[in-house]
């Protein structure tokens, strides 16, 4: 069975740049995959923020992007600030009815 | 005002049932196509099952399969997950959520604040 990877944890400065992926255990992601990103703090609903892999939710500010790097799903974050301190989660259709979350990265602003 | 609200969680046996439902309010229900996603007490979020706008497709985590049904009533704008012969491991807050596209994988827009679902003897 194909698991969606995500780097366990990141941190990032203040005003720095983070990139989170979301790869597979086997194979690479591609736009066929339908990326989406989502935030989640503690004790709440999560949030969406990218789907199909690089359309922004409505609310969601510019200083969160997704794209394909490589072959992998890349949420990228710009100027990052302390409320960004989140988890992130993406999921990944799988084809046949079947969509996948990678196990989520813990982001640290620092 | 799109809502969608959970309800129907609550402590059960292992080896029980509990019906969730999802009220949604404030957009076409029956023009969606409709998600359970569940989150383990301090882990990740994990699709559970997704059931497409009139109700006559359906597809389910590995996990969950021949125990979970999905199932939804348009003219009651409501969203169901019937879960059998629950385990520990299905322990979880449950969310149901909205896809944003015509088939049922573009992602989601909205989201429940989720139900509770305890197992335990």
């Known amino acids: 069975q194909t698991v969606v990877t995500q780097e366990p944890s990141f941190s990032v400065s203040p005003g720095g740049t983070a990139t989170l992926t979301c790869g597979l255990s086997?194979?690479?992601?591609?736009?066929?995959?339908?990326p989406s990103w989502y935030q989640q703090t503690p004790g709440q609903a999560p949030r969406t923020l990218i789907y199909?892999?690089?359309t922004r939710s409505s609310g969601v500010p510019d200083r969160f992007s997704g794209s394909i790097l490589g072959n992998k799903a890349a949420l990228t974050i710009t100027g990052a600030q302390a409320d960004d301190e989140s988890d992130y989660y993406c999921?990944?259709?799988?084809?046949?009815?079947?969509?996948?979350f990678g196990g989520g990265t813990k982001l640290t602003v620092l | 005002e799109v809502q969608l609200v959970e309800s129907g969680g609550g402590l059960v046996q292992p080896g029980g049932s509990l019906r969730l439902s999802c009220a949604a309010s404030?957009?076409?229900?029956?023009?969606?196509?409709m998600h359970w996603v569940r989150q383990a007490p301090g882990k990740g979020l994990v699709w559970v099952s997704r059931?497409?706008?009139?109700?006559?497709?359906?597809s389910y985590a590995d996990s969950v399969k021949g125990r979970f049904t999905i199932s939804r009533d348009n003219a009651k704008n409501t969203l169901y997950l019937q879960m059998n012969s629950l385990r520990a491991e299905d322990m979880a807050v449950y969310y149901c959520?909205?896809?944003?596209?015509?088939?049922?994988?573009?992602?989601?827009?909205?989201w429940g604040q989720g139900t509770l679902v305890t197992v335990s003897s």
């Open positions: 086997s194979g690479s992601v591609s736009s066929n995959h339908y």
């Open positions: 059931i497409n706008s009139d109700g006559s497709s359906t």
């Open positions: 999921v990944l259709y799988m084809g046949s009815g079947i969509l996948v």
């Open positions: 959520t909205r896809d944003l596209g015509p088939r049922g994988y573009s992602g989601y827009d909205y």
């Open positions: 404030g957009f076409t229900f029956s023009s969606y196509w």
């Open positions: 199909r892999t690089n």
